[in-house]
Every structure is written in C-alpha cells, then in structure tokens.
C-alpha cells in the first residue's frame, strides 16, 4: 500500500512541477565595485518612472517567465518576488529600466547615492 501512496504522491508532484515549472532568474553585475547583499522587501520597482533621487547602474537582473518545462507564465508576484531577490543579492536599492517580452521580464539594478 505504501508504494501505491509514493506513486501517487510522485505524480502528483511531478504535475504540480509541468504545470508551475521552476522560473528562473538571474543577476549580473555590471559595476566594478561590490554591495553587500540587502533584504528583498526593501528592493523598489520603478516600473515607468524614474527614482528622484541620484542613483548608481550595478547590474542586471533577468527573471523568465515560463518555467523549463512550464505551461504556466509566472505571476506578476512570483516575477516581481525573483526580480527583488536577485537584485537584492548584488546588493541593489532598486530597479528600473523594467522590460518585458514574451519569455521574460528584465532591469537595472541600481543603488541610491548616500
């Protein structure tokens, strides 16, 4: 009986995987100089506008849309949530220059002028 529960616990997971798929996302540094890593939540997206306050160019962030085997697009939260953690790990203050094709989204990570 146990084995029928591990195959049906097995599908099941393997569907869940088909349907979501894993997005993937990436960041890229494109500055000389290193950012300690920030907490995601504190990322900011400009998705039109521009940040009033000066700002420096670190890097880029890239997060696709489909999984590798994915159905599905992403939500804009789940997008949103990977752009923020990658920039986040170069240690970016925000994001801006956001665009959009039909596989992926992408940015500038910047950092804020202290």
Do not use: H, Q, W
Request: neutral net charge.
């Amino acid at each position: 009986m146990a084995s029928k529960r591990n195959v049906c616990v097995f599908l099941a997971l393997s569907i869940l995987v088909f349907v979501t798929g894993c997005t993937a996302s990436t960041a890229m540094r494109t500055s000389s100089e290193t950012y300690a890593a920030k907490d995601p939540a504190n990322v900011k997206i400009f998705l039109s506008e521009k940040p009033a306050d000066k700002y420096k160019e670190i890097g880029k962030v890239t997060v696709d849309k489909y999984g590798m085997i994915s159905l599905v697009p992403a939500s804009g939260d789940e997008i949103n949530r990977l752009l923020r953690e990658e920039a986040a790990k170069i240690g970016g203050d925000a994001i801006i220059n956001i665009t959009e094709d039909f596989a992926s989204m992408s940015g500038v990570v910047i950092v804020f002028a202290k």
